[in-house]
């Protein structure tokens, strides 16, 4: 851990830091706690419906269907027939009962967390401890497990509900959020709204190990739609009617007016009429109904006259075209291929690639056969111990308990089994960097195939499970040199050739790959991270880049082959440039810079820092 020099702590009353007195304190994230609010809420969730279903098996189940002789009395007796029927009503009863206890009770942890210290907008420093950084990262982890039983479970659309029945998020009625690995917290929605697939809104983001927690409310308006790939940082204000295209993306704390604008790039800026229209391939007509639907309602039924609509639509196009004043070029036209030049060997597909690893994926899931089996052989094991007593009052308290510890024996069982499976690949054929091809016959590829199947199914069950940050037993397990001061949150990480540094942090969303096929070839080279490292989210690390202590990669952002990230500085874009160095922990946190979209400006604006009062006097202000 980093410390204070003996002078900066005597001096730590006077407001006189300097440069080489900043403060720089690791967090520290309190596994313990974590373990016993995950078990609480696990636990309390599934005695409820073991008891509903042992009950109903004891006492109707058991007696009228099981012990029924005669196969033709199922269907000819009542109640037979009845406890036959209501086994799949039991156990969606149940299902739902345990949803419920999920949320009552990771309601009233919230609660209370709440209590002790609220939630706010602002600046939370990360270089120091605080009461205020401990408890957001407490609330973020009382989320995880009801937010992956919602967000993978039957009913996903449910998690709207469990965010807003918790106090998380306030989200409009008619509004829909497709899969995403945020919004989830701090954000308040609007009515009739679509967030599309992938996109997020992340009311949450870190500046470096020791930078930043930026953590301010996202709110949207009625109608507001993401189309997909989405991101709105923190602070974000959206109002009604306001569109925004694939990859369309808002930085911290942008403002939009919407008004049935379209607005698309990274960072996003309104779009006009003849671009909108040549994206969608709309009609002059198409916008307009869009700009003012109640008109054309009104126009179709016959409550309004023609001659009142010409009007109406003249003053919109006056109004938009005063708007259009001192912006983006309008007549600026998306250039048009000319399709009659192409020629057949310009449409044709080359699928040698993609056919490839279609044939060797089918080739080698026959390895999941053994692996499956001596799995599921412990789990019988261990289940016919637990049961060969019958049923019992101990049995029923117990099986919450039960029913994770097969879970997990099943899995490490898997992680086993692929473990001996990996070794004996290997001394076959030895892993290597380097450039190969992607076919059907090269022995490097075959192999590398064969070993990402034999991790993919260990790393799946794990990341689905009820614990799925543990996955960093998997990565240590199968070769990655990683130690559990470091977090892939919600990230995919290739298992092999990545060697990662101390307190490093994966963003939501990322992709973190030592090996990648490009066109006709596999590229497999290491991927190396320092220390205090922190890739952003929705970013992309290439093969062979190389990442120094203290850097920070921002959030959409992508590395190139073999790039090499300096220390101790901020690199961002597509592909990653520098930027500036990384010293967040020296900067005023008292300033936010907001975005007004519409208009094409930047402002400044003072908040006050969010952190415990006696700790303020470690941040740099105005004053200072």
Not at 352 to 374: C, D, G, M, Q
Not at 518 to 540: A, C, E, M, S
């Amino acid at each position: 851990m980093i410390k204070m020099s003996e002078d900066s702590k005597n001096n730590e009353d006077s407001d006189n830091n300097t440069e080489e007195e900043v403060v720089r304190e690791e967090q520290s994230l309190q596994f313990h706690v974590y373990i016993i609010l995950f078990f609480i809420i696990y636990y309390g969730s599934w005695l409820v419906p073991g008891f509903i279903f042992f009950s109903y098996v004891l006492l109707f189940f058991e007696p009228y269907f099981l012990r029924i002789t005669n196969f033709f009395a199922i269907f000819t007796e009542i109640k037979p027939l009845i406890a036959l029927l209501a086994m799949p009503l039991v156990l969606i009863i149940g299902y739902y009962v345990r949803l419920l206890l999920i949320g009552i009770i990771t309601k009233i942890f919230w609660k209370i967390t709440e209590k002790i210290s609220p939630s706010k907008d602002g600046i939370i420093p990360r270089n120091i401890r605080s009461k205020t950084a401990n408890y957001y990262h407490i609330r973020s982890f009382i989320l995880k497990y009801g937010k992956n039983v919602f967000g993978k479970g039957l009913f996903p659309w449910l998690s709207t509900w469990f965010y807003n029945f918790i106090g998380t998020s306030k989200i409009g009625k008619g509004t829909t959020i497709e899969e995403s690995v945020a919004s989830d917290k701090f954000i308040d929605v609007g009515k009739n709204c679509y967030i599309g697939v992938n996109s997020s809104l992340a009311s949450h983001t870190v500046s470096g190990i020791f930078g930043n927690i930026n953590y301010f409310k996202v709110s949207l308006g009625d109608n507001v739609t993401l189309a997909a790939m989405n991101q709105l940082g923190p602070g974000c204000e959206i109002s009604d009617n306001a569109y925004m295209l694939p990859l369309a993306c808002g930085v911290k704390h942008s403002v939009i007016k919407g008004n049935r604008h379209f607005y698309f790039g990274a960072p996003m800026r309104k779009i006009f009429k003849k671009k909108t229209m040549s994206w969608l391939d709309l009609s002059e007509e198409d916008l307009r109904k869009n700009e003012n639907p109640e008109l054309f309602i009104k126009k179709k039924s016959g409550k309004v006259k023609e001659e009142e609509a010409k009007e109406i639509i003249e003053r919109i196009e006056d109004d938009e075209e005063e708007g259009f004043k001192g912006d983006i070029d309008i007549s600026e036209e998306i250039e048009q291929n000319d399709v009659s030049t192409l020629t057949s060997e310009d449409l044709a597909l080359d699928f040698t690639t993609s056919s490839a690893i279609s044939r060797i994926n089918i080739k080698f899931l026959v390895v999941y056969l053994p692996i499956f089996w001596l799995s599921g052989l412990l789990v019988a094991i261990y289940w016919y111990g637990y049961s060969m007593e019958g049923v019992k009052l101990s049995s029923i308290i117990f099986l919450p308990i039960s029913l994770i510890s097969m879970l997990y024996l099943f899995i490490l069982g898997v992680l086993l089994f692929s473990k001996l499976l990996l070794i004996l690949v290997n001394l076959i054929h030895k892993p290597k960097e380097g450039t190969f091809l992607a076919e059907i016959g090269d022995t490097d590829y075959e192999f590398w195939m064969l070993r990402t199947q034999l991790r993919k199914i260990t790393l799946w069950l794990l990341r689905n499970s009820p614990l799925p940050w543990i996955d960093a037993l998997a990565f240590k397990w199968f070769g990655v040199n990683m130690d559990f001061s470091s977090h892939l949150n919600d990230a995919w990480c290739d298992g092999e050739f990545i060697s990662f540094g101390r307190k490093n942090l994966i963003g939501q969303g990322a992709t973190v790959m030592s090996s990648m096929v490009v066109g006709k070839y596999l590229v497999i080279k290491r991927l190396i991270f320092d220390d205090y490292v922190l890739v952003g989210g929705h970013t992309t690390i290439a093969p062979g880049t190389i990442i120094g202590h203290d850097s920070f990669v921002g959030a959409v952002s992508t590395t190139l082959f073999n790039q090499v990230i300096e220390p101790s500085w901020i690199y961002f874009g597509i592909p990653v440039i520098k930027l500036k160095e990384n010293k967040y922990a020296e900067e005023r946190r008292d300033l936010i810079m907001k975005r007004d979209v519409d208009g094409a400006k930047k402002f400044e604006v003072e908040h006050e820092v969010n952190i415990d009062e006696k700790k303020k006097k470690l941040v740099k202000t105005k004053d200072e």
